[in-house]
């Protein structure tokens, strides 16, 4: 039986920037044309907020902050490291990036030899902030793919009655998607090198917000009026990850499977007016996976990952099922709870 490593993780867009702009999402939603007047007045916040937000918009909070990601993510590190992987399979979230208004598949492997990217590369129409490492914009970031292991495992699933969607090439302009390369770069963020070979594993966690809010990229109020088809069920994600536990451990190959995503996001959390995250639903979660009782994911619907404003957290559920299908425990690294940076975020560790 092949051996599997579980690790669960954030790709936090936030933590590519300098201290001073972490909380850009923020600053952003606040002009937003559905946010309340009165709430865009740091005096009505709750005090946890106004505390982060403090008299530097979170540059402050933004420093501790990134201190225990790179702390979290170090940990993360040295788990691959150790663990040496033949490849890892990272499910990750695409915003608008290589899948937009001509097809939205619900999964996607990518079968590639190498992905490059130039996640700095500024966008005219909305520039990002300066980039924490004072990188230029130009750089590239080349990472190893596995089109061998990402061949066999579409191959696998198949002969079981699961047919993935498959890419050969990447069509966002800047290469991997955020959620592939936030976690690249955060787990490299020393800058040292990471050597594993990667199979990124689309999962279209945004479902009817992904063409009407660009992925999350409009502030709100700035979407049209429509609905649009839902993201792949809760229960569909957790019975993915159990399938592909089942290929992989019927494979030759070392596999780390990692789910990259913070968990409720502010601006996707509607009944927060968008500006701050659900914290009582992480709490729930963060139980169920302390406890041992993440199979229970299986259950949630889309009302209530929506409402909680966790859609990247279908990226977890997958990860549960495959963590259920191996007899799989969690141990908690960190939780991360913000009020003014946008999200929570946890990290863990799940071995069979």
């Not at 709430?39 to 008299?55: F, G, I, L, T, V």
């Not at 420093?63 to 993510?73: C, E, G, L, P, Y």
């Not at 995250?277 to 963060?286: A, F």
């Not at 799989?328 to 990290?347: H, M, P, Q, R, T």
Request: a negative charge.
């Amino acid at each position: 039986m092949a051996e599997i490593l579980g690790l669960g993780m954030t790709h936090y867009t936030g933590l590519r920037f300098v201290d001073a702009e972490m909380s850009i999402f923020l600053q952003r939603t606040l002009k937003g044309s559905d946010v309340p007047e009165a709430m865009k007045d740091p005096a009505n916040w709750p005090e946890p907020m106004r505390r982060e937000w403090s008299d530097d918009r979170g540059a402050a909070e933004a420093a501790i902050h990134r201190k225990r990601h790179w702390d979290a993510f170090d940990r993360m590190k040295r788990e691959l490291d150790a663990f040496a992987p033949d490849f890892v399979v990272m499910w990750g979230d695409d915003q608008y990036e290589n899948f937009v208004e001509d097809v939205v598949p619900p999964f996607c492997a990518y079968i590639a030899e190498d992905f490059v990217s130039t996640p700095h590369r500024q966008d005219p129409d909305r520039p990002d902030p300066p980039n924490a490492w004072g990188e230029p914009e130009e750089q590239e970031f080349r990472h190893f793919g596995h089109p061998e292991g990402a061949a066999w495992l579409v191959e696998k699933l198949s002969a079981r009655g699961i047919d993935i969607p498959y890419a050969y090439r990447l069509r966002h302009a800047k290469g991997l998607a955020h959620a592939f390369i936030n976690t690249l770069l955060f787990l490299d963020h020393a800058r040292t090198g990471f050597a594993h070979p990667l199979v990124p594993f689309h999962v279209n966690c945004y479902g009817g917000e992904l063409i009407r809010t660009r992925g999350g990229q409009s502030a709100p109020g700035e979407e049209a009026a429509r609905r649009d088809p839902p993201a792949p069920s809760a229960r569909a994600c957790f019975d993915l990850g159990r399938a592909i536990a089942r290929v992989l451990a019927d494979s030759p190959w070392r596999v780390a499977l990692v789910a990259s995503s913070s968990w409720s996001h502010a601006f996707l959390t509607a009944k927060n007016h968008w500006i701050y995250p659900d914290h009582h639903g992480d709490r729930k979660r963060l139980e169920e996976l302390r406890e041992g009782r993440f199979g229970a994911w299986r259950e949630l619907t889309h009302e209530e990952i929506e409402d909680a404003g966790q859609h990247e957290f279908r990226n977890w559920i997958l990860l549960a099922g495959a963590m259920t299908e191996l007899g799989g425990k969690a141990e908690i690294v960190d939780y991360i709870e913000s009020w003014a940076l946008n999200s929570n975020k946890c990290f863990a560790v799940m071995r069979p």
